[in-house]
């Protein structure tokens, strides 16, 4: 998918303040560990979220909805044909479809679902850590569980070719890709934005990427035609309020649980200002 | 409905003292996104939560709680089962019966189901937002998602007619209906209470409806010959917890996560006293 | 289950030093009410998580991590086989297998399905609350709801017999028993900790319990010789936690729900030193 957004301006806090005006409202079918995360933060972002996983309820719900947010994190027989059905009302109605391939790699299962939903439903935005996406692009394996195996990280020193074959991942599923780790690569076939921000503490907390993946429904809805620049937007905005959440931790003497609730704290005081303050984000 | 209550002494205090005392323990079948939030508040009120939503149990666990919660958030076809059978032994028991119809009009799935679920069972209190009672009285539908759509708000300049609305509603029903939002009513068919407690920083965040339905299950259990009363005092109690909260994080400048952590932490510490000091609660 | 361990010199620093160096993955297969909170416990004490319940991935799930976690609190048909699938391959993986009859004794669904996983697997611990263990045990029922009868209490003034009767269990079951209450016994057949930490204040929380086994699910993985010890020490990691807690939300005045967050912020802090201090662990 090439967006053809590269040589355009990039106005991250026109984007924030697009969702900010809008209250887009986006369908999750998405895992039971984290989903009470993901409905926190989008209303924190100033989103409304709204969950549903039933087949005999999900086309209509979606058709109410502006996003769909797919997370395969506790996926099961039963809410894959939601995800299908619901994926394919929202590509009838050009709803962007955020994919979150939870552990592909690490079960035959999570894998080829994975592979079934980009096939059957036009994708526009696929949120994973290099593992996952590495999983699905090359059936290569190295996935351990959830979480990003280590030989698989994107450093300074790998990150030319990251960026190659992020745009290479992004031709190939025909959608942008958001590979989130130490630093972060949205790209579309032809251009990328090298994401900087967000703090290793973010790692000690679950839903982090599931909670990301929700944000980037919001703020794709909310920017229809800057599918990209939303994406990369979206990506920010959570490593700042993961540095600000850090911060506040370190501050007040707090732990891993805290982290988790000043994050969320930090994604509902955000303002387009800060937001530019804090932006460490490179186009390549 | 009619309770036969208005003429009676209002005391929130013991309603919330016989709380305390009884310790009841309520049998939720709930959505998977706020079911946290909804055990927690159950505790920290002073009640016993158990979750369960098997055929196989449902009417066995419902035999040693004293009231039941049905929330419809994530509803499916193998939980509607599981609800129609844990409110047929409730039903049986004399349990009180608390519906929370959330997304009532987003979907038919929603709508029919709460529908059935009124037809089949004695359900003593319908907690909602006006968008979701509207849908169910009137087949009116402006459920935006699981919020309350604007257009349908209670304000103090239509306020005597959806009084009026809620107690014809509630002769509808034949249940106690409890109204909330910016205003709160609560209504038999022949009498209400207005509750202007609350604050709209509330609706930042997700499940304050649905703990709200799970504290008034506690609250209808521990005083079963004031259900009314019972209910208004509930819905009063989250209103003044969310006041207590909202201040405790303006005052620590926390956002939205920490709302909900306070607002969980000021029913825990509530007491009658505070209750009465607070209390903003008109009989109309 | 004699494990032989009574007689070897307890090194409950050592223990925790194990799980930091091997960063256990961990198979969970929990209810939906506490399953953040058991992410989120086993991401703080240096472990991690991962949550399938599928018939079609489980096995596959279960075979790239190194301990199972079992936990019936909102059991159901489709996961009941789970559960058996992945009990199956961690047997025959010896990977250690944690049940946690959540409820037992509440229905029978309950206690047959946790009778059914203790004849078919080979579970290492059974973690419940002392009414859910004698319900398994003698068929006694006094359980009432998901919390322990009052009735069933171990106190200091049947100790003795109730530390013989843990034995008893664990010779039973074939399994160390770890039963947590005011006062904490973890037994094999001949050997015993009674374990003096912890707080009345987390039983005003949800999950700590449930969040207490998927710990143990680390300590035994990451300590594979020692499964009574890596329990034990578990247990006393929980209690001390909860007593740091607490004392953290007296200082701040803070309710329930902040108890919660301090939980976990105090697992993600503590250190070996911190374990050593306050431990409070007696061999009987």
């Known amino acids: 998918m090439n967006t053809n957004q590269i040589n355009e301006p990039f106005y991250p806090t026109q984007m924030m303040r697009n969702v900010h005006a809008m209250h887009p409202l986006v369908h999750n079918i998405t895992n039971y560990v984290t989903v009470n995360?993901?409905?926190?933060i989008l209303l924190a972002a100033g989103a409304s979220p709204i969950m549903a996983d039933d087949i005999?309820?999900?086309?209509?719900?979606?058709?109410?909805?502006?996003?769909?947010?797919i997370n395969i994190g506790t996926l099961n027989e039963r809410t894959i044909d939601a995800m299908l059905a619901a994926g394919r009302t929202a590509t009838t109605l050009e709803h962007p479809i955020i994919l979150d391939p939870v552990g592909a790699g690490a079960s035959k299962l999570r894998t080829e679902?994975?592979?079934?939903?980009?096939?059957?439903?036009?994708?526009?935005?696929?949120r994973g850590n290099i593992s996952e996406l590495k999983a699905l692009y090359a059936g290569d394996n190295h996935t351990k569980g959830v979480d990003a195996?280590?030989?698989?990280?994107?450093?300074?020193?790998?990150?030319?070719?990251?960026?190659?074959?992020?745009?290479?991942m992004a031709r190939h599923f025909n959608a942008i890709v958001?590979?989130?780790?130490a630093?972060?690569?949205?790209?579309?076939?032809?251009?990328?934005?090298?994401?900087?921000?967000?703090h290793a503490s973010m790692s000690r907390i679950t839903g982090t990427g599931c909670m990301?993946?929700?944000?980037?429904?919001?703020?794709?809805?909310?920017?229809p035609y800057k599918r990209l620049h939303a994406t990369a937007t979206a990506v920010a905005l959570m490593g700042i309020c993961g540095e600000l959440a850090h911060a506040s931790c370190e501050r007040d003497k707090l732990g891993s649980s805290s982290m988790r609730t000043r994050l969320i704290?930090?994604?509902?005081?955000?303002?387009?200002?800060?937001?530019?303050?804090?932006?460490?984000?490179?186009?390549?």
């Open 37 to 40: 995360d993901c409905a926190n």
């Open 56 to 69: 005999g309820e999900v086309e209509e719900i979606q058709s109410i909805c502006g996003a769909l947010v």
């Open 113 to 126: 679902t994975a592979k079934t939903l980009l096939e059957a439903l036009e994708i526009s935005v696929i």
């Open 149 to 168: 195996n280590d030989i698989d990280a994107i450093t300074e020193d790998n990150l030319t070719e990251s960026i190659a074959l992020a745009k290479r």
């Open 178 to 181: 958001a590979i989130t780790g």
């Open 183 to 198: 630093i972060d690569i949205v790209a579309d076939s032809e251009s990328s934005f090298v994401i900087r921000n967000g």
């Open 212 to 223: 990301l993946t929700s944000l980037v429904g919001a703020y794709a809805c909310a920017n």
């Open 265 to 284: 704290d930090a994604i509902s005081m955000m303002t387009p200002e800060m937001l530019e303050q804090h932006l460490k984000c490179e186009v390549r």
